[in-house]
C-alpha cells in the first residue's frame, strides 16, 4: 500500500523568505509523485509531478520539487514566498495503475 | 482546462433524502474519480470508474454509490444522507500518457450539506 505524510498541517512564511513544504511517502514500487494546490472555494491545481527521469522538477508558479529516492522525499520549495502563495497544498502518490493517494495537506500563510 | 464540470456546485439537504452530484466531463477520458475533502483528511477516495458500467470502490465507499452510464457523465448518490457526509466532493479525471503516467485534473467542487 502506498502513503503520503505531510509534515506540518500549516506553514508560516514571511513574504520574500524561502517556501519549504515537506512529503514523505511510502511506495513499495517506483511512485509517480505530484503536488497539487488549492486556492480557496477552488478545485485542486496541478502544480508539479515526477514521473521517471531528472529528480528535480520544476512547476508553475515558481516552485519545484527533488525526489529523494535515498530519503522517500518529494519536498516543495520557492525561493521567495509571495502573498498569492497563501493556499493549500496537497502531496499525492500512486505508481500508474491505481487510484492517487493524497496526504492531509498543509495550509501556507505568507505573511506581509 | 480539463473541461469538467459539477453539478450542484453547493446543495442544503435533511438527513435522510436521497442525493446524486453530477460529474460531466468533455473530453472522453476514460478514469473519473469522486473523492471528498474534509478538514484533517485532506482527500479521500469515494469511488472510481475505468469506464462505461466499470466502477469501484475506494477508500470510503460506505453509504455512497456511484453509476456511469456514458463516457462523459459520472454520477455519486448519497441514498440516504447523514450529517457524516456534509463535505466538499471533488471529481477528478485523469489522463494517461504513452508511458502509462496517470495525472489528475479536478473539477471545482460541490459543497454538500446534510441538516
Known amino acids: 500500500a502506498q502513503s503520503v505524510t505531510q509534515l506540518g498541517s500549516h506553514v508560516s512564511v514571511s513574504e520574500g523568505a524561502l517556501v519549504l513544504l515537506r512529503c514523505n511517502y511510502s511506495?513499495?514500487?517506483?511512485?509517480?509523485l505530484f503536488w497539487y494546490v488549492q486556492y480557496p472555494n477552488q478545485g485542486l491545481q496541478l502544480l508539479l509531478k515526477?514521473?521517471?527521469?531528472?529528480?528535480l522538477v520544476k512547476g508553475i508558479n515558481g516552485f519545484e520539487a527533488e525526489f529523494k529516492k535515498s530519503e522517500t522525499s518529494f519536498h516543495l520549495t520557492k525561493p521567495s514566498a509571495h502573498m498569492s502563495d497563501a493556499a493549500e497544498y496537497f502531496c499525492a502518490v500512486n505508481s500508474g495503475n491505481t487510484p492517487l493517494v493524497f496526504g492531509k495537506g498543509t495550509r501556507l500563510s505568507v505573511i506581509a | 482546462d480539463a473541461g469538467i464540470t459539477q453539478s450542484p456546485r453547493h446543495k442544503v439537504t435533511e438527513t435522510g433524502t436521497p442525493v446524486t452530484l453530477r460529474c460531466h466531463q468533455t473530453?472522453?477520458?476514460?478514469?473519473m474519480y469522486w473523492y471528498r475533502q474534509d478538514p484533517g483528511h485532506g482527500l479521500r477516495l469515494i469511488h472510481y470508474?475505468?469506464?462505461?458500467?466499470?466502477?469501484d470502490k475506494g477508500e470510503v465507499s460506505d453509504g455512497y454509490s456511484v453509476s456511469r452510464s456514458k463516457t462523459e457523465d459520472f454520477l455519486l448518490t448519497l441514498e440516504s444522507a447523514t450529517s457524516s457526509q456534509t463535505s466538499v466532493y471533488f471529481c477528478?479525471?485523469?489522463?494517461?500518457?504513452?508511458?502509462?503516467?496517470?495525472?489528475?485534473?479536478f473539477g471545482p467542487g460541490t459543497r454538500l450539506l446534510v441538516l
Open positions: 515526477y514521473t521517471t527521469g531528472a529528480t
Open positions: 470508474s475505468y469506464g462505461v458500467k466499470d466502477t
Open positions: 473530453e472522453n477520458h476514460r478514469y
Open positions: 511506495s513499495s514500487v517506483p511512485p509517480y
Open positions: 477528478a479525471i485523469s489522463e494517461r500518457n504513452s508511458g502509462g503516467v496517470e495525472t489528475q485534473y
